[in-house]
């Protein structure tokens, strides 16, 4: 199995950008799915992006659509996470996950999903 580690959060203004890393190790990368998710305090973990296993599809949940952007590097084992005009309400910790589903192109829900980093603080100020 693939283990991801994400990495580039921080504190960041209202309207800026913050670039998350997520390094998969542990197995075939491009077997995977590969997917962002948040959690703030005190809600439930929720959907943020999903990219397929060679990177030909994407998803996005709604309140991120035209500001986030998923991609992967199968050759260095990344899945980057560009989050431009950053609102408060985007403050969560954000994890990367991998999943080996086999019926789907790009999963979308968190049961579908194997392995998960620890989360990186994402905070934006109002």
């Known amino acids: 199995q693939v283990h991801p580690v994400e990495s580039g959060g921080g504190l960041v203004q209202a309207g800026g950008s913050l670039r998350l890393s997520c390094v998969a ?14 959690q703030a305090p005190g809600k439930e973990r929720e959907f943020v992006a999903a990219i397929s296993r060679n990177g030909d599809d994407t998803y996005y949940a709604d309140f991120v659509k035209g500001r986030f952007t998923i991609s992967r590097d199968n050759a260095k084992n990344t899945v980057p996470l560009q989050m431009n005009s ?9 994890y990367c996950a991998s999943s080996l589903d086999r019926y789907v192109h790009v999963a979308r829900v968190d049961w579908q999903y194997d392995d998960w980093g620890q989360g990186t603080q994402v905070t934006v100020s109002s």
């Open 86 to 94: 950053l609102k408060p309400e985007d403050t969560a910790v954000y």
């Open 25 to 38: 190790s542990g197995g075939k990368f491009s077997d995977y799915n590969m997917g962002w998710f948040r």
